[in-house]
């Protein structure tokens, strides 16, 4: 999206699914899904500008559309509101088209299926299983008892759960003649999703993007810590909305060097495996 930096990108199952819709005839209910799963991950985008969170790109595919990003491991309340705002959107669309069938009865014939995909897409979301933005609203609000990968085990486990008891629906329909085949295909998402996630879906920019936070005022955050922290640790101590200066002691206590914002955002550029002693002896960053 220009300046933002997001690009979309189309997967060959995405390309698969255009050319089968129009081969059956049905694009223009493809196009009202494809707006649903735009709007919902735009809205998570556009939030996360809000909190100062970097996002890539934003993948098409059969499945749907997800926002991507480089992302370390930490959840908050910002991405909860996140993770809520995708939703929102689509039920948003939803009270506009049943509005609009009760001011203007005519438009159900035009907007049913469009209000049809938007309340699948919100209501499926908030399943409490991750990826899904249920799961990371549940893992953002439990992470903070039981840490992160605790909580990602336990919000995964449960997404296997419901994906099997959803796959196991849909083996009962085939023997009852039921077409369930959508349902089979979510089930076998949310089962593909349970393997190891490396990646987030919102990174933190606590000092990227600064000039509009200053504008209304940005609170400063101080880390103090010994040379043998690796930048590593540094930057998932780093909180979004926050300045942040790092202050390097030695075993006494005594400061050694001080790190403002300034030059934290070159700090943020070395490999996470460097210490700060490192940094400091090779003089990676001037002050």
Known sequence: MGKLGLKFVVTPSFVLLLALAI??????????Y???VLAHELAHYFVARKYYYRCNSIVLSAFGAVLYGDFEEAVDKPQVIIALAGPFINFVFVVIGVTFWYLYPQTYVYTLEFVYANLFIGA??????????GGKVLLGLI????GYKKSLQVV??????VASLLFVIFLVGIIFNKNLF???LFAIFLLMSAFPIKKQIYEKLPIFNIDRGLRRGVEEKTLIVYPCVTLD??????????LYRVIVVNSKGEKLIEYGFAQLQNIYLLPDSLTLEEVIKKDLVKL
Do not use: T
């Open 124 to 133: 499926s979301n908030m399943l409490p299983v991750f990826p899904l933005d």
């Open 156 to 161: 995964k486990v449960l997404g296997v759960v």
């Open 34 to 36: 494809i707006i649903s």
């Open 182 to 184: 959508s349902l089979g």
């Open 233 to 242: 640790m540094i930057k998932k101590r780093f909180e979004g909305n926050y």
């Open 23 to 32: 081969f059956l005839g049905r694009f223009l209910i493809l196009l009202g």
């Open 143 to 146: 992470s903070k008892k039981y």
